[in-house]
């Protein structure tokens, strides 16, 4: 780790700005972030500003070929930073992020796999198997958990690094199934194609359709959901092995997250007309609960029956039942 040279100041601007662009953009993980102390905060937001940037490039506007130059550049960037390189002193995210590496463990090397999950992305990528998708989530998020954990610190670094990779997972399933419709709406499908064939659908720019309907689509999302509730059950093995505050907060964005893929699974035809989310009221009690020590609540398992007749999805390596 390097120190960066920037006066105080300078620093304390950037990361000012971080956590405005967090505050402003991270609309479920801000709620983790704000209980961390200060040192830790200003870190994970200088993080999240930084992955921030590189979504941004992949969701943008742009043409494909000036998004694949600009994540190159952001590549480079990070790989100087990396490699003991100042940060351009006009580039606020830049110069907090130089700053939380010199302070603590952070891998940023980790920031090159979310930068190639966004480039499949740019080029369209889709995913035949489990096993692809899962090698792509474990690019763009779970590469923000080993970046988070680096700042939260771990009693066993060694056995976190893998629980804090599976957390990534989880949360990005939970984001594939939430974004379903509007994924379509942008010609992006991540389910695997195997399961789309397995329930008999077929998603595309145009819509979804496949001779099973509706009913087949509910089966599909039901199924995924009980899918990523097995790496939950994996990466919340995570818990114990943080600090308090570290752990209300990995606990409040996980436990988020969790309630979502509830109320997915719960109402999947909804899921499928519109993207859902949580009340801020429902938020601020997941929250809570972490910061009071509380274990975050698992999803009830009101789909059971309905899922009951279907393939058993699998679950991660370790994933207890």
């Not at 974004?179 to 145009?206: I, W």
């Amino acid at each position: 780790m390097s120190a960066v040279t920037a006066a105080p100041a300078d620093v304390r601007v950037a990361y000012q700005h971080c956590e405005q662009v967090t505050s402003a953009q991270a609309r479920n993980f801000s709620y983790g972030i704000r209980l961390l102390p200060g040192a830790k905060r200003r870190a994970l937001s200088a993080v999240y500003a930084f992955a921030r940037r590189i979504d941004d490039i992949g969701d943008g506007t742009l043409p494909a070929a000036d998004k694949l130059t600009a994540l190159a550049q952001a590549r480079a960037l990070v790989a100087d930073l990396a490699g003991g390189g100042q940060p351009p002193a006009d580039d606020l995210v830049l110069v907090a992020l130089a700053d939380a590496s010199g302070r603590f463990a952070l891998p940023l090397g980790a920031f090159g796999e979310l930068i190639d999950g966004c480039e499949a992305d740019v080029r369209g990528t889709t995913y035949r198997t489990f096993a692809e998708l899962e090698h792509y989530c474990r690019c763009v998020a779970g590469s923000i958990g080993r970046l988070s954990l680096g700042v939260f610190g771990a009693s066993d670094p060694a056995a976190a690094v893998p629980l804090a990779d599976a957390l990534g997972v989880a949360l990005q399933l939970t984001n594939i199934i939430r974004d379903v419709h509007e994924d379509l709406g942008n010609g992006r499908v991540y389910l695997p194609a195997e399961d789309l064939a397995r329930f008999g659908c077929t998603l595309s720019a145009d819509g979804a359709a496949g001779p099973a309907g509706e009913a087949g689509l509910v089966r599909l999302v039901r199924f995924e959901a009980d899918r990523a509730i097995g790496w939950y059950a994996t990466g919340m093995r995570l818990m114990p092995l943080l600090d308090r505050r570290s752990a209300a907060s990995a606990g409040a964005m996980a436990g988020i997250y969790l309630r979502l893929l509830e109320q997915i699974a719960a109402s999947p035809a909804a899921a499928l007309r519109q993207r859902q989310s949580l009340p801020a009221r429902a938020k601020l009690l997941v929250a809570g609960r972490c910061v009071a020590g509380m274990a975050p609540r698992r999803p009830r398992r009101s789909w059971a029956d309905d899922a009951a007749a279907e393939p058993e999805p699998m679950s991660p390596p370790g994933a207890q039942p």
